[in-house]
């Protein structure tokens, strides 16, 4: 069948297994030269792209869940989603999430997933107790940070590189209410708003949305979004009404002018300096996830996400420089999303690092391709990277000048049978063996 990611782009045919035991994955091990193992799909481009992929949807089963301690086993193919259907009425919640729901534990963690708490919490792996992984050759290993430490650091945002993640145990935090306090500070600029990141560092969520195509002064305005856990009220986590749109919007719709009203839109519709209300935490953490399949958005051809972090040394400035070539090819998104990265861990290819991180949406097109060249040597030249689960255009020396730590994980893979056994599209447009 066809397969992609979430931004629709690349697509590829591939043979999709589906898995119901370890016997299953050991089979298709044996039986299949090169595989990839592959969650829900919701990275954006190709990394989850193979020709023969072992998708993990029957994985799906919840092992222990101790609900004194909050330490949570399920296998990974456990959605994010159903385990906040779980734990959020037994007053836990997930120590880390991404900005959807609808993405499994596998993918979390072969990701290095972080949320808005980066700056004070770290990654998801950071919260890991121990995961199970098979091997290439079906051997099952059990891995944590001093058990396996080598393959651990290169498994956790490894891509699905080193093997197949079966189960993890990981550390849940204690909610007293499923509610959250959220607090909009609406700010004129890209200076303005880094004052404000600065100044709110304590809080315990953060994130921006910012307007990529208003130029000038205003550049870079933005609304920033704080967040804290109610300390006292209902736990529950409802499901949410979920809206579907019934065709690709056409090309027509989707143009800078269109573009640039829903950005103007969404600015103003916050009045005064700051807005404080109590919200449902879906709300807060997924607002994306109640309109199905927005990825329809971008039409057709789909759409690229680009997503690139910067090191504090850049500064305003570098991040400035970044927004006025994207805010003069006129190809800004309905959504750019800035959030502040803290100490990045000792992974091998996880993504953050002490910084500040920006995602844009750009809908394919040759335009598309040439501004992101552009864009990945600025941020290579000023010591940023490109996040691997968003990427899909990202060049093979761009990789290796910024993911310093990529022999090291080579010579992992090289130690425990990955290499010629384990492989994306992505993996070998990247150089990796
Ligand atoms: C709306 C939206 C918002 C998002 N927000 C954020 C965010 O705020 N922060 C963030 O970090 N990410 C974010 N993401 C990205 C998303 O969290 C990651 O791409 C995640 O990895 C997707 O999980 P998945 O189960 O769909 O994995 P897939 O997309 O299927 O796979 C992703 C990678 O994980 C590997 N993999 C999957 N399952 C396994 C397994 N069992 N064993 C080994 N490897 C495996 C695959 O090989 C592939 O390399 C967002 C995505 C969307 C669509």
């Known amino acids: 069948m066809k397969i992609c990611g979430w931004g629709r782009y690349p697509t590829i045919d591939a043979k999709v297994l589906l898995p119901q035991t370890h016997g299953d994955c050991t089979n298709f091990l044996k039986s299949n030269q090169i595989v990839l193992p592959r969650g829900m799909g919701r990275s954006y481009g190709d990394s989850a792209n193979s020709s023969v992929v072992i998708q993990t949807s ?62 004070l919490s770290g990654t998801f792996s950071e919260h890991l107790l121990s995961l199970e992984l098979m091997l290439g050759d079906g051997e099952i290993l059990s891995v944590a940070k001093d058990v396996y430490p080598d393959l651990f650091r290169a498994t956790c945002g490894g891509m699905g590189l080193t093997g197949i993640i079966l189960s993890a145990s990981f550390q849940l935090k204690p909610i007293q209410s499923s509610q959250i306090i959220q607090s909009t500070i609406k700010t004129n600029c890209l200076e303005e708003i880094y004052e404000q990141f600065e100044s709110n560092y304590a809080s315990t969520y953060s994130v921006a949305w910012i307007d990529c195509l208003t130029k000038g002064k ?165 010591g940023g990277r490109i996040y691997l689960t968003k990427d899909a255009l990202m060049s093979e020396t761009s990789f290796k000048k910024t993911y310093l730590q990529w022999e090291q994980f080579e010579e992992v893979r090289a130690k425990y049978g990955a290499i010629g056994k384990f492989a994306s599209s992505q993996s070998k447009r990247l150089g990796l063996r």
């Not at 205003?218 to 065709?247: A, C, M, W, Y």
Request: net charge positive.
């Open 58 to 119: 029957y994985l799906d089963h919840f092992i222990e869940f101790d609900v004194s301690t909050g330490v949570l086993t399920c296998e990974a193919g456990v959605s994010i989603r159903e385990i906040l259907q779980l734990i959020v009425p037994k007053g836990w919640f997930m120590p880390v999430t991404p900005g959807s729901s609808f993405i499994t534990v596998g993918g979390a963690i072969a990701s290095d997933v972080h949320g808005k708490n980066h700056h």
């Open 218 to 382: 205003q550049l870079g305005r933005s609304l920033l979004i704080l967040g804290e856990h109610l300390q006292d009220g209902v736990l529950e986590f409802k499901k949410q009404k979920t809206l579907n749109l019934p065709f690709d919007i056409p090309k027509l719709f989707l143009n800078h002018h269109s573009i640039k009203a829903f950005n103007a839109i969404y600015y103003h519709r916050v009045f005064s300096k700051i807005k404080t209300e109590v919200i449902p935490l879906e709300r807060y953490f997924f607002p994306l996830d109640s309109i199905g399949n927005w990825n329809r958005l971008y039409g057709k051809a789909g759409f690229v996400q680009y997503q690139f972090v910067l090191p504090i040394a850049a500064g305003v400035k570098g991040m400035r420089q970044i927004l006025e070539v994207i805010v003069g090819s006129g190809k800004g998104s309905f959504l750019a999303v800035l959030k502040a990265f803290g100490t990045a861990n000792k992974n091998f290819l996880s993504f953050p690092i002490k910084g500040y991180t920006l995602a844009l949406d750009f809908k394919t097109s040759k335009e598309t391709t040439e501004l992101i060249k552009k864009l990945d040597s600025m941020v290579v030249e000023m």
